[in-house]
């Protein structure tokens, strides 16, 4: 199916399943453990044998030589997998790095090696008894050092071109009356997802299956399958079930392809889990940022010059943090500039972390904008509703297909009772509490993707759902469950779905906030065929448009058939959406308002965050149970991004100190008070057949600013330099009175 037009009237319009809020049909599964994650999967190959990886001591360098005979010999080994023996390997297209280091290292915890034996337990041991002798050589660890020596990175990405300019922006901004020059940073980030990195490898001949925990099953197939240089289709990748992503897991990583070495050395299946350190070190992680940002204003508050630079780094062939894409589309101004800059670092991976480029790109741009608004002297809310726009603002041609930006601040502000607010900083106490409101903007692009699906019913009328998509803990399952259900006129409790197998129809994915509004369109493209088939068995209608499909029937022309029937022995339909240049004509973008309240301790400067609500306005809301769930929770990983989470750099050495959940601070559910989510009422025909849009990572986008806004006005204090932490506010505190 080519979606190139405005979708119409159809049947999801109907809402008798779709848009209802639905408990997760694999919550039970979850929540009696027959759910299992890929390390789990005792039961899909005998006799296991385990892979321990050890990661490289060094940041950059070579390794000179590495003892292996010790490790050889203990007790259960075997055999041990390194760049001399793992033959020839290819690189994959969506990692910098090489997955299997040696002799080269190109960053800290680069796996180098892999021991598999009989038991996890002698697998690690044995691997402690390697010895690998490096030659260091001099790497950059430090974006503040590397600044000066970035460089506009190559080509387009996700966010369009590295550089945009329009009219005159240096002029426009040296005569406004009312300007705004501030620096601000973003730490590296780590995902930390609860489920480690982990696989299952199991050959049978020349063809691999791989039981792992991956967000784009066909993506990490091709990858797979080059670096081994192997054909994609003797490789099948399977992960039904995944214990968070974030984006750590779009991309095959060094477990998988170590898996998959290993249980070709060994002669067996092979399971490899990376430990929490090398997580950290050896996967991606959300890179740092330095960003600029200028604004220029009228004395009345209108925008007439905002430019917006970034600076972040990568190991060469990387990309950068695409942190300006948001200021291109979110406020009105004739003269505009943008520009990203990408160092060369020696760190582990900078790459995709939860809303990639907007998530750290607001905590900057909505920091400033309360900023410039306090300089005009405007209330923050009705600044941002100053400078709205309707179009976008470097193309005036080209309306935005739905922006409800407005209405979400009002609404929130109204909700919130921000007109209580009294605007004066540090005013505001509760006992020995400082007492402070803040509000974001948020912005995330709607993205589509390509995506495909097998639909059918079977002789008892039930109806299978088969597609490569995965379930990161969002709700896949249920989503498509509903859109089926709605489309062909049964419970949902008559549907199966199966998914996160490269055997399926390849779908988009999890990920980038395109995947369930992309893969339900799959699956409803799969149904439009389906329903033609079965209308025409039926004998009801050559055209499955004049069918109705209800309770478990098929109508038409005064007849009715039931569904079962017309199945026969079992029918079967498959298609993909394909989304045409829509996007091109119409800018594509979710919306929304964070609104939250803080106490800051007069004594301590101990925060607390107290109050929380986000108005979203994402185009249809297909489940809104799971999509409240997904806002809740980026919600909190958006004050974690605000007050705590900072990967440290050892700048000697090149790696993440703080490499596990005892020294890598997330906010635990003390930290996070209740939390109010309000979805606007909202269509988009242009965005898919579904009329939805993406929710799952706006939620995170602009709450780590609208924590910092309410931190400043409780105290008074401005901290440019996220994580915002109590030794960053004591020095400016008010005297206590």
């Known amino acids: 199916m080519k979606f190139d037009t405005p979708a119409t009237t159809n049947p999801i319009d109907q809402l008798r399943v779709v848009g209802k809020p639905t408990d997760r049909i694999d919550g039970p599964h979850k929540a ?18 385990y892979g321990y990886v050890v990661g490289a001591g060094i940041g950059k360098g070579r390794i000179m030589s590495m003892d292996t005979p010790a490790a050889r010999r203990a007790p259960g080994v075997l055999a041990i997998v390194t760049a001399a023996n793992a033959g020839k390997l290819g690189k994959g297209q969506r990692n910098t790095a090489a997955l299997l280091g040696g002799p080269e290292i190109q960053h800290y915890h680069q796996a180098v090696a892999l021991v598999v034996a009989e038991t996890f337990e002698q697998a690690r041991a044995a691997a402690q008894m390697i010895r690998v002798r490096y030659t260091a050589g001099k790497g950059a660890f430090d974006l503040a050092a590397a600044r000066d020596a970035a460089v506009a990175p190559k080509g387009d990405d996700f966010s369009g071109k590295p550089e945009t300019a329009v009219g005159d922006f240096a002029g426009s901004f040296a005569a406004a009356p009312v300007q705004l020059d501030a620096t601000y940073t973003t730490p590296d980030q780590s995902h930390a997802m609860m489920e480690p990195h982990a696989s299952i490898a199991a050959w049978n001949g020349d063809r691999l299956t791989l039981w792992t925990a991956n967000q784009m099953i066909a993506w990490g197939r091709e990858d797979l399958a080059a670096t081994l240089g192997i054909p994609k289709e003797n490789v099948r990748v399977i992960s039904p079930y995944i214990g968070g992503g974030f984006g750590g897991k779009l991309f095959v990583r060094a477990e998988a392809l170590l898996a998959a070495l290993g249980a070709r050395a060994a002669g067996r299946p092979v399971k490899v889990a990376l430990t929490r350190p090398l997580m950290f070190n050896n996967t991606t992680h959300r890179p740092a940022t330095i960003q600029r940002i200028r604004i220029g204003t009228t004395r009345d508050g209108k925008i007439t010059a905002i430019a917006h630079e970034s600076w972040s780094g990568d190991l060469p062939g990387g990309g950068p943090e695409t942190a300006v894409q948001q200021t291109r589309l979110l406020y009105a101004g004739a003269n505009r500039m943008t520009a990203l800059r990408l160092a060369t670092l020696d760190l582990p991976e900078g790459n995709a972390m939860r809303a990639p480029g907007e998530a750290p790109g607001m905590m ?15 209330d923050p809310v009705q600044f941002r509703i100053l400078n709205d726009t309707q179009v976008d603002p470097e193309k005036p041609a080209r309306p935005f297909s739905q922006r409800q930006f407005v209405q979400c601040l009002r609404l929130g502000a109204e909700r919130f009772g ?33 995506s495909g699906a097998r639909v059918g019913v079977d002789k008892g009328g039930r109806v299978i759902v088969e597609t490569d998509m995965t379930d990161i803990g969002t709700g896949s399952y249920t989503v498509i469950a509903q859109t089926a259900a709605e489309m062909l006129g049964v419970p949902i409790e008559q549907v199966v779905v199966r998914l996160g197998d490269s055997s399926f129809p390849v779908s988009a994915g999890s990920g980038g906030q395109w995947g369930a509004n992309s893969a339900t369109s799959g699956v409803y493209a799969a149904c439009v065929k389906l329903r033609q088939l079965l209308a025409q068995r039926a004998g009801l209608s050559v055209n499955a448009t004049d069918a109705v499909f209800e309770g478990g029937q098929i109508r038409a022309g005064g007849r009715s058939v039931p569904l079962a029937q017309a199945a026969g022995e079992g029918v079967t339909a498959e298609d993909t959406v394909e989304f045409g240049d829509l996007d091109k004509q119409y800018q594509q973008s979710t919306f929304g308002a964070h609104f939250v309240e803080v106490g800051v301790d007069m004594a301590t400067a101990e925060i607390r965050v107290r109050r929380m609500l986000a108005v979203c306005a994402a185009g249809r809301i297909l489940n809104p149970k799971s999509a409240r769930s997904q806002v809740i929770g980026a919600m909190t990983m958006g004050v974690g991004a605000a007050l705590m989470e900072e990967l440290a750099i050892d700048k000697r050495v090149g790696f993440f100190v703080n490499h596990d959940l005892a020294g890598y601070e997330v906010p635990v559910h003390a930290d996070i008070p209740h939390q109010e989510v309000i979805f606007l009422d909202e269509v988009d025909p242009i965005s898919s057949p579904m009329k939805a849009k993406g929710v799952g990572e706006l939620g995170i986008c602009g709450v780590g600013a609208a924590v910092a806004n309410a931190i400043y006005h409780a105290t008074g204090v401005r901290v440019r330099d996220y994580p915002i932490t109590l030794d960053k506010l004591l020095a400016g505190m008010p005297t206590m009175v």
């Open 418 to 450: 921000w007109q209580a607010r009294n605007p004066k900083p540090g005013a505001t106490k509760a006992g020995q509490w400082l007492v402070g409101m803040g509000v974001a903007s948020a912005f995330r692009n709607n993205l589509v993707m390509k």
């Open 364 to 378: 900057a741009l909505e920091i400033a904008i309360d900023e410039i608004a306090e300089k005009a002297g405007i």
């Open 32 to 49: 009696t453990g027959t759910a299992p994650y890929a390390y789990e999967r005792h039961d899909v190959a005998r006799n296991q044998a």
